[in-house]
């Protein structure tokens, strides 16, 4: 869990962050804007990113004109995109991981044959074609 994500402000804390009433947060996790932690006791915990989350509402609402139903449509796209953003994330490690392990197993494979291996990359030859 990132910092951002870390649920630790009670509500008439994370209230005064975002600069809003704490009745508004309430109404936003009803309308399902926002989705609080909340501890054993049930009391709700607001994360940094929860608290950027109220903050936008509120220049969408107040400063766009959007209506909450926007709002939310727009919540739920930026939610999709984030996801997409660490898929992404996650996929270039995996190809940075990969290519190393490539790495060095063709540098085992050279000390163990004790021969030098030339590689080509195929772009490279089809864009200078041997001439006839």
């Known amino acids: 869990m990132s910092e951002r994500d870390r649920p630790v402000y009670i509500i008439s804390v ?6 809003v009433h704490p009745q508004t947060l309430r ?4 309308k399902g804007l926002i989705k609080p932690k909340r501890t054993t006791g049930g009391t709700r915990r607001y994360s940094e990113r929860d608290v950027e989350r109220v903050r936008l ?3 969408l609402t107040q400063g766009e004109g959007v209506n909450l139903a926007g709002v939310l449509r727009i919540l739920a796209l930026q ?4 996801a997409a953003e660490d898929r992404l994330d996650r996929a270039r490690g995996d190809i940075e991981r990969i290519r190393a392990q490539a790495r060095e197993e ?7 044959r004790g ?3 030339v590689l080509y990359r195929r772009a490279e030859i089809e864009r200078h074609p041997r001439r006839r």
């Open 27 to 30: 109404t936003y996790e009803r």
């Open 115 to 117: 021969t030098e291996l």
């Open 57 to 59: 509402i509120q220049e």
């Open 106 to 112: 063709l540098r085992e494979q050279v000390q163990r």
């Open 79 to 82: 939610d999709e995109l984030e």
């Open 14 to 19: 994370a209230a005064e962050l975002a600069g």
